[in-house]
């Protein structure tokens, strides 16, 4: 029986004994009766008591399950980590950091495409009490994005540089936290069917994302 059932259930049952006390002191006037009539009302004043005690340990109930629950971060430090680690398309789970959906190439790569922002950003634990080298894969790309400065962005340290070929590679300076953002820039988008007829695809598009890959120099 739930809550609600259990009060109806309750004060159905006390307004029936309070019609019956009505009842009964209409009719008798004597002083057994009332004698009867003063322990009932006593019984009933100890089990609305009761009833009282019962709902406001209910409520106490209540509002500590409604109380959140808060987050508690796991206590992190660089040595938790390997020095190397690989983050390929299909590892991805996050779209909001720049990415489209999960495609495959010809050859059964996964790969994602990035925009319509022209930043993207990847987030990785690795343990950099030391510098590491990262190295971008792009699955193909214009000869916009090859002649284009890449913008590298990373707790603080900047940098801008070129591809070679479909790579992009670079050092990332030693820091205390465990947890890396890693944010790219390309100054070039397009949109296909603006380019070809043929295509279909609306979608402001960047560079094709295959892998990053962090490693220990």
């Given at each position: 029986m ?22 009964h ?9 009332l ?11 100890l089990?609305?008591?009761?009833l ?48 489209y ?15 319509p ?10 343990n ?6 990262y190295?971008?894969?792009?699955h ?31 050092t ?8 890396t ?37």
């Open positions: 739930n809550i609600n059932d259990f009060i109806i259930k309750k004060c159905k049952n006390q307004l029936e004994r309070k019609h019956a006390l009505k009842i002191l209409s009719e008798k006037e004597h002083d057994q009766d004698k009867t009539i003063v322990e009932e009302l006593s019984s009933l004043k089990a609305c008591e009761i009282i005690e019962e709902n406001n340990l209910l409520k106490k109930h209540l509002e500590v399950i409604n109380i959140p629950v808060p987050h508690i971060e796991p206590i992190l430090s660089n040595g938790s980590f390997k020095k190397n680690c690989l983050i390929t398309a299909d590892m991805i789970k996050d779209k909001k950091n720049g990415f959906d999960l495609e495959y190439s010809s050859e059964n790569i996964p790969f994602r495409w990035t925009g922002s022209q930043t993207f950003s990847i987030s990785f634990q690795v950099r009490s030391t510098p590491v080298k190295t971008l894969h792009l193909g790309n214009t000869e916009a994005v090859r002649n284009a400065k890449i913008k590298i962005k990373c707790d603080g340290y900047q940098e801008a540089l070129k591809l070679n070929g479909n790579v992009l590679s670079g990332l300076p030693p820091n205390i936290s465990p947890i953002k890693l944010s790219f820039t390309v100054p070039h988008s397009f949109i296909p069917s603006h380019l070809s007829d043929e295509s279909s695809d609306d979608r402001t598009l960047v560079v094709a994302f295959q892998s990053l890959k962090i490693s220990e120099l």
